[in-house]
C-alpha cells in the first residue's frame, strides 16, 4: 500500500466505528490512525455542529500558519534541482516564510512521480524526484508550503482529449502563444485537477492554489467561432458571458467544498483588472464571487500588466502608486462581501521589456519595497513574488514600513 493512503480494511472500520459510537453533545473526537510506512496519518471523526460527524485529513506533517504569507514562487526545476538550496537560504535569512511550488505546471504536466499505476503516470515529470525530503526540509526550516496547481490552461489534456478543449476545424485550437486550454463547462476537467489537488495535500502541502481559473483571454471575440461543449450548462437561459463566469465561479466553489475533508486553504489567483470592473467578459472571472469562495484571493497586480489604467500612464515605471491604487478598489470589494478571503496578491520581481523600445525599466530593491509598501500601507499584510526563474533581488527589506 502507498505511503498516507487508507486500506479499505482501515476505511470500513472507521464507517463501523462512527455507526457503533454515540454521537456526543461536547465536540470530543473520535481519532482513527491509518496505516502507512513512515509518517503517521490520522482521519478523524470530528463533531462539527453535535450531530453532524465528517471525515479530515492530517498529512502527518507539522506546519503552522506564519503572521502573515510573504512568498515566493517555486518551480518544479527548482523545487528539485540545486536552486532549491539558494531558495532555502534566501527564505532563511529575510523576512520570507512562504514557498508556491508548482505541482501542475503551466503545460499540464505533474512536477513529480506519482504511485505507479497511478493514471496520472504519464503526464508526469521527475522535476521533483523524492517529495517526501522535500516536505521533511520545509517543516524543518518552518517553511509554510502551498502547491500551485494550473487549472485550465493545459497543453497535454487539451491534445490528449480534444473533447475536453475547444476545437476549430477539427483541431485544438491554441492561442498566438501555442498555449491550449481545457473547457471549464466540463466537469470531467474540474475532477481531473481535484484528483491532483487531492495528491498535493497527501504529500502534506497545506494550501492549494490554483492558477489559469478562466477562460482564454479574449474568449469572447472567438466563442462564436470555437467548437465545445457546454456541458450541464447547455440549457442555460443566461448570456454567454454570464455563462462562462457560473462555469468559472462554481469550479471555485465546488472544489473548496470537495477539499474541505482535508482542512486546507483553497487560493485562487486571477487578474487584477476584474477587481475594477463588473466581470470580465471573456475569461469568465468575476473577482466578487470567486473571493466569496475562497480563503484567499490573490490579484496578480503586477506593474507591467497594466495599461494605461488609475490614470498612470506607465504603470510599469511607477509600482508605488499603481499597487497603492489597486489596494483601494480590492479592499472596497472586499468590506462589501459577507466573509472576506485573505488577500494575498501577487507583486512583480522581474523586468519587462516588451514594454519599451529602449532602455528598460529595471525591477530592483525600490520597486519591490514599493509595492510591499503600498500593500501594508493600505492594511494588506500578505504578499507573493513572482519571477519565472526564481531568481529575486536581494537585500529586500519584505516588512518596511512595518
Known sequence: MGKKQLTIFTFISILLLSISLPISSSGDEVQAASVHEERHTNIQLMDTNKNIQRFTYDSGYDFEYPDAVRGIYVTGNSAGGDRFETLLDLIETTELNTMV?????DNGNLTFMPEEGSPYEDIAKNFIDDPEAMMEVLE????????????????????????????QGGEVWVNNKEEAFVNPFEKEVWEYNLDIARMAVEMGFQEIQFDYVRFPEGFETRDEDLQYSLGDYEDSEKDNVKNRVEAVTDFVKYSREELAEYNVDVSVDIFGYAATVEETPGIGQNFSEISENVDVISSMIYPSHWTSYFGIENPDEEP???????????????????????????????????????????????????????????????????????????????????
Open 140 to 167: 524543518e526550516n518552518n517553511i509554510y508550503p502551498i502547491a500551485r496547481i494550473v487549472v485550465f490552461k493545459d497543453n497535454v489534456l487539451a491534445q490528449e482529449r480534444p473533447d475536453l478543449s475547444f476545437t
Open 320 to 402: 508605488y502608486q499603481v499597487v497603492t491604487e489597486y489596494a483601494k478598489v480590492e479592499n472596497e470589494l472586499l468590506d462589501g462581501l459577507d466573509e472576506a478571503p485573505v488577500s494575498r496578491p501577487w507583486l512583480q520581481d522581474f523586468e519587462a521589456p516588451w514594454l519599451y523600445s529602449g532602455a528598460t525599466k529595471q525591477y530592483g530593491k525600490e520597486e519591490i519595497e514599493a509595492q510591499i509598501k503600498g500593500l501594508y500601507e493600505n492594511g494588506i499584510d500578505e504578499f507573493l513574488l513572482w519571477n519565472s526563474g526564481n531568481v529575486y533581488t536581494e537585500d529586500v527589506d519584505y516588512m518596511i514600513g512595518k
Open 101 to 105: 511550488i508548482d505541482i501542475k505546471e
